[in-house]
């Protein structure tokens, strides 16, 4: 399975944007970039994801580099409700078999 | 409404026990998952089930045998229980397999065995 790369932790201030980055050097042509978070005592919680363009919802913002080999989930204003777990995962193959990693921890502060 | 409910959210018991995790979703999707976490927070997959076809095993041991009666329920029996199989135990539903499916988990089943 192809693997990521994700900073242990992070912190941000509320109210302020938050980018949290994820390397995917050996990502092949078909993989999907999923984000997921999970908060505590919780199932995860679908965030967003994308092929190759820049995808953009209601919960986040998805940056794919032109190579595809990192990407940045962008938090436009964080929330102390945004505190959690946020894996970035790269979804291979024609089943959709997700592989969590370790995730980073994310902080939000007042 | 709850889009991927289970029961029980928690299940204590013995080892050697056979106990039962129920899931159901009304999403109306094709696809449903069991995940487990263990202690260390690490989660992974156990089966996938398509349209009630099991289309992923991940070489759980065979005590854990899924059923799925229609496609909006995925239940997980556990045979002969042991130490390790403690743990949570999530379900998750898409809406069709395939790696461009966000997946949509239920908030877990904590299974302690003593």
New interface residues.
């Given amino acids: 399975d192809a693997k990521t790369t994700q900073p242990n932790s992070m912190e941000s201030n509320e109210e302020e944007p938050v980018h949290l980055p994820c390397n995917h050097s050996t990502i092949s042509g078909t993989d999907y970039i999923h984000w997921y978070r999970q908060l505590p005592s919780q199932g995860p919680e679908y965030v967003i994801h994308g092929l190759t363009s820049n995808v953009n919802n209601r919960m986040a913002s998805l940056a794919i580099a032109e190579d595809r080999k990192s990407s940045t989930l962008i938090l436009h204003r964080a929330t102390l409700r945004d505190a959690a777990v946020y894996y970035c995962i790269l979804n291979t193959g024609t089943a959709s078999k997700l592989t969590f990693g370790t995730g980073t921890r994310l902080q939000v502060t007042l | 409404d709850t889009a ?1 409910s289970q029961t029980p959210k928690y299940l204590v018991t013995q080892m050697g026990n056979d106990k039962s995790i129920k899931c159901e979703q009304n999403l109306g999707h094709d ?1 449903m ?1 069991w995940y487990k976490q263990d202690s260390k ?5 156990m089966f ?1 089930y ?1 349209n009630k076809e099991l ?2 095993n991940e070489t759980v041991p065979n005590r854990f045998s899924p059923k799925s009666p229609d496609k909006a329920h995925l239940n997980l029996h556990i045979n002969s229980l042991e130490l390790g199989d403690s743990a949570v135990y ?1 379900c ?1 539903s ?1 809406s069709r ?12 089943t904590r299974l302690t065995v003593t």
């Avoid at chain 2, 927070?41 to 997959?45: E, G």
């Avoid at chain 2, 397999?97 to 877990?108: I, R």
């Fill in positions: 991927v696809t998952y927070k690490f989660l992974k997959i996938s398509n289309i992923i999530f998750a898409s397999q395939g790696n461009n499916s966000p997946l949509h988990f239920g908030n877990g």
